[in-house]
Every structure is written in structure tokens, then in C-alpha cells.
């Protein structure tokens, strides 16, 4: 048994994986206790694997190397998908190790027995020799019964070096210089850090509209280029250029149904993110325009910027004149979260609101978020593990998204919690469904089928878990918000009538 778990501890270690997130159970006790017993390894250790597979998520997502999830058998290992399911749409090296009961009992139906070889099908490697690095890898450890003593050992980490992907970038000269249009715009998701840079002044060498996310990291510094979707709506350019992950708004999805419109998108997971045809460059965002070269381009905008301007501001007069409401309350709390060192911006409604009412002056010195399936599934777990050793990180959440997470703060005893701020837009359920057209006629209980409105209160949850608690309702109330040694939970409730008249 010990040479077995041995190896394939060693085997990770080569591939440079030293972070472990463990679930101890009977079946994994010797891997707990081999990973325990190592000098220079960082191990977390957490009781729910969902849970704990998100954590892992954020601690790739946060220094890019591999991190390892550990789990005992059974189904165990299936509370790791939708981990591994976000990994795999977003190119994160997340490993899950589970360990199995021996060969034989496969197909039996004996206690602890479910079949886990291949267990996540097309969204994970199951080997070291199918695995380019760029994606989740499952690793399925089928181990006898045994002792378990492993004394003090000393792990060697390796490099990771994930295989590189080969690109073109004539298809982006091409599109950038193509004949006569009607303009092109730039729509930009979440950008890996080391991708920020290079899209920024790319983007203020070419001088054309961008619609950014907030977790692209250069919306707050993109000035004049900046403009609202709602701009275009109605009035799709001619062109869209996609920089990193699919965009969050509702004008990415109407370009589903309108291919008049030319797409051309450069992102990791080289997938398209529209049903209909368009190009895709399969490559890191900031190799393809470093090996693009000086830009020689200036596109027809002027009419865009015209429209631009003046919606911004009565967007901004909107939320001086409704400062209570959702939006003006998430306005003010964009300008607070400015303090902090991260960002984790949390779906469905809270990173589209950031979008449109946010500040647009100051950028975040990191901003993340969980954008691959975009659910709501994981998020403040992901966050902890973001963020496990930044001081003063910001993480803002709508009130479904907490309450699927309810065991995430688990980890707070192991992670950094100075100046910490978990932010909940409790606004009584999941609201984005009101923004919906298509479920504007649909009956009341029909529609809090959909909502799932609820009533409670999270100050109860920040006792269980040692948070300081903070409830605001309107603007006065930040008056209030001030991090300390402890995380702060703090409950954002919006007042429903000032949001209904916004």
C-alpha cells in the first residue's frame, strides 16, 4: 500500500503540484497521513469535498500551478464535478486524487463501491500521458487495505510547465483589416493577470469601443474606450472582436441570432461560445497580440462614442437619485471594494451589476471569478482559496449563491483573515430571473418556482463560522464598514421599492 501512494504523490510532485486539499476517510487515510508526514508540501484540509474541490479550484486559479483535491471513495469523488466541469471550461490545472477500493470489487455493489475510473468523462484527463496541463486531471488510486505509518519525509516539488499551444495570427490581421464596415467593437470576459497588459494597450492602440467585465481586469482603466452594451442594443456593429472568457451581458447572447455580425474570438479554451459559425484563435490572449505586432488601424467609432457618453451619465444620475436601491447600493460598495488587495466577484446578478454600476475610475489590484459554467455553484469556496494568503480580500456574492456554499467558511481557521470582507446581496432570492422578458407573464407561484424567494437572515451564519457581522441598508450604512482581525460578513439588503423604481 505505501509504495503505491508513494509513487503517485511522487508523480504529482514532478508535475508540480505541492498544494493538497485532503477529505480524510479510511479508504485515503494513508495518502492523508503520507501528505501530513511531508516537509514542503502546502496542505489544507477540509471535511466536504464539493466544497474542498472548489477551494483547490481557487488555489490554481490564484498562483497557476497544479493543486490536488483528495478523496476517500464511494461518491465521495462525484461531489468533485462541478469543480472539475469549471476547471475544465476555464484551463485550470485542478487534480482530484481518489483513492478506490481495489480492482476486484469494481461492479460489485460492495460498500463504497461506485465506479469511479473515468468518473468525469470528456472534462478530465485520467492519465500523466493524456494530460497537456491546461485542464483537470483525475487520478484514480485503487488501494488494498493496510496499516498506515508514514514517518517525516521531505517533498520535492518540480516546475510546472504547462505544454505550450501553438496559434496564428493571421486571421486576427485579417479581421482587423478587412474592407468596409460598419464598425468593430471589442468584448472583453475574464483575462488571465499576465494577459491584462497586453490586451489593455492593445486595445487603446487600436481606439475602438470596448465593452469590458469586470474580471477582465482593465475595465477601470480603459477611460473613453469604456461604453455600455445597451449602446449597441438594436444596433450590433458590424464586428466583434472577444477577448478571454464568454462576456456575461445580454449582448454576447443576441449575437446568437444575428450573423451579420463578424465574431472573431482569442481565448484558452478555444471554444467559440456562440452556437452559430464564427472564428476562434486557440491561444493565451497576450501571445496572440504580442505576436500580432504594431497596429496600424482606425476604426469608424465616433457615432458609438456620442451614444456612449451621455447613458453613463444618466446611469449615474439614476443611482444618485435611488442611492438605496440595488444598483446604487452595489455602486457605492464597487467604490469600498477599491480598499482591498482582491476581488472575487461572484454570478449570476452581482458581476452584471458590477458591469453597469460600478466605478469605472480605479482598478482592483486582482479581481477573479468563476465564469466557465456560469453558476452559482462553489463561489465563496473558490474565493478562500483565491485568496488564502492575501490579506484584505473582497469577495461579493448574491444570497443563493452563499446559501449554496453554506460550509464554505469551514476554512476561515486556515487562511488569511485580515481585512477579509464576505459581501451578500441579500435581495430575497435569485432576482436576475425578474430581468427576464420571457417570464414576464408567467404567474406568481410560477415565477417563485424560478426566484425561490426566501427570507433569511445571515447573521446566524456568521456566528456559526466566527465572522463579525455587518447588516447595511442604505448608504448610512457604510458608515459602519470597517475589516478587523476577523472576517466581516457583511449583508447587504437593498431596499425593494427604490430597486423596483430603478
Known sequence: ?????????????KAGCGDFVVCGGARN?????????????QVWKHFEERGAAFFALGRAKDHGQPCAVVTTSGTAVAECLPAVIEAHYTCK?????????????????????????GIFGSYAATSFEEWDGRGPLHLNLPIE??????????AEVEGFLPERMSFEVRSLRDFLDSGVFRGIIAMVGGLEPEDREDAFYFLKELGIPVIADVNSGIREALGDLLVPERVFTGNLPGRVLRLGEVPVGRLWRDLEDHSGTEVLSICRNGLPGL????????????RVIRGLGPVDFVGDVRDDFLKARPMFGLTDEKLESLPDSEPGLVGLLSVYATTGESLFIGNSLPIREWNDFGQRVTPYARVFANRGANGI??????WLGATAETVDSWGVFGDLTALYDLAAPAMLPQVECQ????????????????HLPRLAELTDNQKGAIVQPQEVSLKGWATMWGMDYLRIENREGFDD?????????????????????F
Open 145 to 154: 487495505e493496510g496499516e498506515v505509518d508514514f514517518g517525516p519525509w521531505k
Open 1 to 13: 500500500m505505501m509504495s503505491t501512494e508513494r509513487e503517485m504523490i511522487d508523480e504529482l510532485l
Open 93 to 117: 490545472p485542478l487534480i482530484v486524487l481518489s483513492a478506490d477500493r481495489p480492482v476486484e470489487f469494481r461492479g460489485s455493489g460492495a460498500p463504497q463501491v461506485i465506479e469511479q475510473e
Open 29 to 41: 487515510a494513508g495518502l492523508v497521513a503520507l501528505l501530513e508526514a511531508a516537509e514542503g508540501l
Open 377 to 382: 455553484d462553489g463561489q465563496v469556496s473558490t
Open 419 to 434: 481585512g477579509r470582507v464576505l459581501v451578500v446581496i441579500n435581495n430575497g432570492g435569485g432576482k436576475i430571473f425578474d
Open 275 to 286: 452556437a452559430r459559425e464564427s472564428k476562434v484563435i486557440h491561444a493565451q490572449v497576450g
Open 481 to 501: 464598514l470597517e475589516a478587523g482581525e476577523k472576517t466581516l460578513l457583511v449583508e447587504l439588503v437593498p431596499d425593494p421599492v427604490q430597486s423596483e423604481q
